[in-house]
């Protein structure tokens, strides 16, 4: 479809604002902008159309099935979209002053309430806008109640080979020398490796658990009480909370400190790539370095962004929580982890899981061994999916499997969709084994075929140019 | 409720497909001493009805004000209806990060386009898919302009509080220094930074119009910053923009800022949207998603997400950020508003802002003991001294009308284009009542 | 798979040939196999120290990096910055297609022959 510029047609425009009721002021020379910006000039049923003509070519997770391992992509409730609509809520300046906010503060407390008590947390900041930026936060709080005890030697965060790449991206933006630990072939946490590189250097460790395979590392107690023994602090990545929450609470598992993404496991919508927000919760010791903002709050503290952080996001997921409640909470948990392995179930026999073991609330299938066999890899699976409508899983994550789809249903799918799905699983086993032309070629129906990510990559076009 | 739709039937059918006789059985790889025991300490969940009533009250406590006349960092622009509604669109709205091309072609288009609006409203050659928020924008672009040498970042004093303190929270955690540029008249003093510009600098940074609503003189920071081998960073309001000099033709190497006046609502805060552009020289250094086009297999035109190897999930900790999410549907909401607004539009709403924001400076400056507080040309925001500030930040509450903003020397205030010749009055009525009791 | 024998190589996938007492280096025509095709080089600055066993750069592919080692210590003398514009060159000809050029060599590493290096990576 044509570009939105290429659409453009000079002189049309939309009029949204009336005439200007008092004297214009003319900037003085030098400060004025010598070239007109090339917006498209429009129609207002241009644009209506041209947005609705780019939102039919998108996939969201109340559009369809969309098994995105990691990413728990559960239905994003209406409801919780019309109370971040609420004019109260959208209206309010960041800056009016505490009293003028009393509404906002106590949708922070609350929802900061209700989320330490999940997570066994005494003190929650909703300031970082997405989950990297809440492994951000979290790191710097170990790093300042490091540095507040002078304890200047530890140089070091533990990060499993398994983690999202987030995990040592953060490490590293915190000045920490990142120490990956090899996991055992479960991709748990390989006691023996930790112990070796653990001692008076060590800042603290990353982990998520259940583990970013689907697994729940039941040497927890025992990893946490490792890193505390060498005088480390314990970092909690809440990607995979779905499958615990109202379960095991990551405070009772020895975390020190924790991240949430309310885009996952809160059913905040994910806006084709954000806004996201987080909670990032710790233990009363750490409550001190919690961020702040310089201008509504006390300065002396570090802040991660402006102001308070992803509010609206917030009132979204309160609204959720508010929803589901102390029963629904751990309902929605067991479901994800029911739904996970009764896909897997479904499944196997055909595309055989990486693990043959009761999984958490996703899953890896390792499809090495029918590639070797028929040359189809997980890639082409994934693309093939798409020509059914379904958005494919997490491709070639965790890389400690080779050939990996990674499948997370969520507890708000349906027995009939996960039925559905692998029996597409299973159909494409076997035409992937008669046919493997076609997987290679997949998709045969999606809005485009396979793009060219190389060209994209050596010859880059960033930009639409005025031809 | 929990949006699980399985009956309790189906879920004891799924537990028996996969061998298992009850729930605790799903957790048995959870030592059973961690467990939690009985219930979460949380209410009992609600009906939507409930829900409802449960926020609403909660943004009743809030106070509705009609006229807004505070700004500082956050902007009370009109949003235009199609602004608001092409955001909800179930599917924009609940889609994952395109990293699927083939399902993803409208999130990539409309992401492509965001960014050639952003170079077009900078002058800038490459932008990225957008960033947290205007001080994460300046933190990374700081970031990205250190290299082996230059380690130590320079900020202006009259940058944005929050922002100076968030570009201090990044070199924190990286460990590297970051030097407040002194104030002279409420601008960036030009002689400080001359002195403070060391072989070791490796960017300087300026907010345009600064904090204090001032236009600083951006050709001769840029001019002195490049002088002396570092790269300028400029933070720009992208409303201002449709009046103001582009930071490209004020010399910047990179230019970012907060694009909440672009559509977002003030929200208390977020989300709101970071946007960042550079030259095609330091493309490679920009981080965050970047959408690129290509050709696909049947070599149509399409989108993907390009140069992913600068990202986190392939570099890992060698990448200079760990920016996954963004802000997508802000950044989309922010091309929605320009491409409603067009040339002209944004050109005339910032003509507006400017206008409406000297009326209330001319009017408030001709009362008694206010005055403006520094000299030199502003766009939509001035500080003038207050006498009985309270009382009259007070007064005007009480009539619906959010007052300034209280900082050193006096009140920020700030007017757009949403604010009516009408409105503007009753509120310098309303001071000038104070002030004559 | 090519092996030429006029080149050292380094367990790290770079060959090297000395000419003149400068080092001339590159990578092998495994290394580029395994990369895939090779959309971007993060070239040293001329004028940048080298230390053997470290990297000085980086090559791209479209889903993966890989650090360019080094094999001598050094002072980086030139860079191939036809590279910048067109990277396929080390997929089309890896062994005309030299990254870097090294002068002031004090230290090399223990570098392997055509043949040691072949059964390196065939093992």
């Known amino acids: 479809m044509k570009l939105i510029f290429e659409k453009s047609v000079p002189g049309r425009h939309c009029d949204l604002l009336p005439k200007c009721d008092v004297e214009k002021v003319e900037l003085p020379e030098g400060f004025r902008r010598e070239t007109v910006p090339a917006l498209p000039e429009l129609s207002e049923v241009d644009l209506a159309r041209h947005y609705t003509e780019l939102n039919h070519r998108v996939h969201g997770v109340n559009c369809g099935f969309y098994p995105l391992g990691s990413c728990t992509m559960k239905y994003n409730p209406r409801i919780d979209e019309d109370m971040a609509a609420l004019p109260g809520f959208t209206g309010v300046h960041p800056l009016a002053g505490e009293k003028n906010t009393a509404g906002c503060r106590e949708v922070l407390d609350t929802a900061a309430k209700y989320l330490c008590e999940i997570t066994g947390m005494e003190s929650m900041t909703f300031q970082p806008a997405a989950g990297a930026h809440g492994e951000f936060t979290g790191v710097l709080l170990i790093k300042q109640y490091h540095a507040k005890r002078g304890d200047a030697k530890r140089r070091k965060i533990i990060v499993p080979d398994s983690a999202h790449g987030t995990n040592p991206a953060t490490a590293a933006m915190c000045g920490y020398e990142v120490v990956n630990i090899p996991s055992a072939p479960d991709g748990c946490v390989d006691l023996e490796a930790l112990k070796a590189v653990l001692g008076e250097d060590t800042a603290g460790l990353m982990l998520t658990n259940p583990n970013t395979v689907g697994l729940f590392d039941e040497n927890i107690l025992e990893i946490t009480r490792l890193v505390h023994e060498a005088g480390g602090l314990c970092y909690y990545d809440g990607a995979n909370l779905n499958a615990v929450m109202g379960v095991v609470r990551p405070g009772d598992m020895g975390f020190d400190c924790i991240h949430m993404n309310l885009h996952k496991t809160f059913a905040t919508p994910h806006g084709g790539g954000g806004p996201g927000a987080c909670a990032v919760g710790c233990k009363a010791f750490l409550k001190e370095f919690l961020p702040h903002s310089a201008l509504m709050d006390e300065p002396g503290h570090l802040q991660v962004r402006a102001f308070a952080g992803n509010f609206l996001v917030v009132v979204r997921a309160l609204a959720y929580l508010l929803t589901l409640g102390r029963e629904g909470i751990p309902e929605a948990a067991k479901n994800a982890v029911l739904n996970a392995n009764y896909l897997m ?123 | 409720m929990s949006y699980v739709p399985s009956t309790p039937a189906q879920r004891q059918e799924m537990l028996r497909a996969v061998g298992l006789s009850s729930w605790r059985e799903l957790y ?106 205007g001080a994460t ?70 907010q345009q119009p600064n904090f204090f609503g001032l236009l600083e003189d951006c050709d001769a920071l840029g001019e002195l910053t490049h002088a002396a081998g570092a790269l300028f960073v400029m933070g720009c309001n992208p409303i201002s923009l449709g009046v103001l000099k582009t930071p490209r033709d004020c010399g910047a190497d990179v230019a970012v800022g907060e694009g909440q006046p672009l559509g977002l609502p003030l929200g208390y805060g977020g989300p709101y949207l970071g946007f960042m552009a550079t030259t095609q020289k330091h493309m490679r250094k920009l981080p965050g998603r970047i959408v690129g086009e290509t050709v696909d297999a049947k070599g149509e035109r399409c989108y993907v997400l390009s140069l992913q190897a600068r990202e986190q999930h392939i570099r890992r900790e060698k990448a200079s950020s760990n920016i996954c999410s963004n802000e997508a549907l802000c950044a989309l909401t922010a091309s929605v508003y320009l491409a409603v607004m067009g040339p002209q539009g944004l050109k005339e709403a910032a003509e507006q802002c400017m206008a409406k924001a000297h009326y209330l400076m001319r009017g408030l400056t001709a009362l008694p003991g206010v005055e403006l507080r520094y000299p030199g040309p502003f766009f939509h925001e001035f500080v003038t001294s207050l006498p009985r500030q309270a009382e009259v930040l007070a007064a005007l509450e009480q009539n619906g009308i959010l007052g300034g903003l209280p900082v050193e020397g006096g009140v920020l205030w700030c007017a757009t284009e949403k604010q009516s010749r009408a409105e503007l009055d009753k509120a310098i009525a309303l001071v000038k009542e104070v002030l004559a009791k | 798979m090519n092996y030429p024998a006029e080149l050292q190589y380094s367990r790290d996938h770079e060959w090297l040939r000395m000419e003149d007492g400068i080092a001339v280096i590159g990578i092998s025509d495994f290394a580029q196999s395994e990369l895939g095709d090779v959309v971007f080089v993060n070239l040293p600055e001329v004028g940048d120290d080298t230390t053997a066993g470290e990297p000085f750069g980086d090559v791209e592919s479209v889903k993966a990096v890989s650090d360019l080692v080094c094999p001598v210590t050094g002072t980086v003398c030139e860079t191939n910055e036809e590279l910048l514009d067109a990277p396929e060159k080390l997929n089309e000809d890896p062994y005309g297609t030299w990254i870097i050029k090294v002068e002031k060599v004090t230290d090399t590493e223990d570098l392997l022959t055509a043949e040691q290096y072949e059964a390196e990576c065939t093992h």
């Open chain 1, 345 to 467: 179930r479904q499944i196997q026999g055909s595309f055989e899981p990486a693990f043959d073991r009761i999984c958490m609330h996703e899953f890896v299938l390792d499809l090495s061994e029918y590639k070797k066999e028929t040359g189809v890899s997980a890639l082409d699976v994934a693309k093939s999916l798409i020509d059914y409508g379904m958005h494919p899983p997490t491709m070639y994550f965790p890389m400690i499997v080779h050939e990996a789809l990674m499948l997370e249903p969520t507890e708000t799918e349906s027995k009939e969709t996960l039925d559905w799905a692998a029996e597409i699983f299973r159909e494409l086993y076997e035409l992937g084994k008669k046919d493997p032309d076609f997987m290679h070629n997949a998709p045969h129906n999606a809005q485009i075929a396979r793009p060219d990510e190389v060209r994209a990559a050596r010859q880059p076009v960033l930009r639409w140019q005025k031809g």
């Open chain 2, 137 to 206: 924008a300046a933190a990374e672009a700081a970031a990205m302009c250190r290299d082996r040498k230059r380690r130590v970042t320079l900020i202006s004093g009259a940058a944005h509080p929050d922002v100076i303190n968030t570009v201090r929270t990044y070199c924190y955690g990286t460990g590297d220094e970051l030097r407040v540029v002194p104030v002279k008249d409420g601008k960036t003093d030009m002689e400080a930074l001359r002195e403070m510009l060391t072989p070791e600098i490796a960017s300087f940074y300026v």
């Open chain 2, 28 to 133: 048995r790889d959870v030592p059973k001493e961690m467990l939690l025991e009985g219930e979460l300490d949380l209410p009992t969940g609600m009906s939507e009805l409930e829900v409802g009533r449960v926020l609403s009250a909660m943004a009743e406590k809030n106070t509705r004000f009609t006229t807004i006349l505070r700004g500082a960092g956050a902007y009370d622009h009109y949003i235009p209806a199609l602004v608001k509604s092409i955001p909800a669109k179930e599917e924009f709205l609940t889609a994952y990060t395109p990293y699927q091309a083939e399902m993803s072609q409208g999130v990539l288009q409309s992401i492509f386009e965001y960014q050639t609006m952003i170079c077009e409203l900078t002058g800038m050659d490459v932008s990225n898919a957008s960033v947290y928020d």
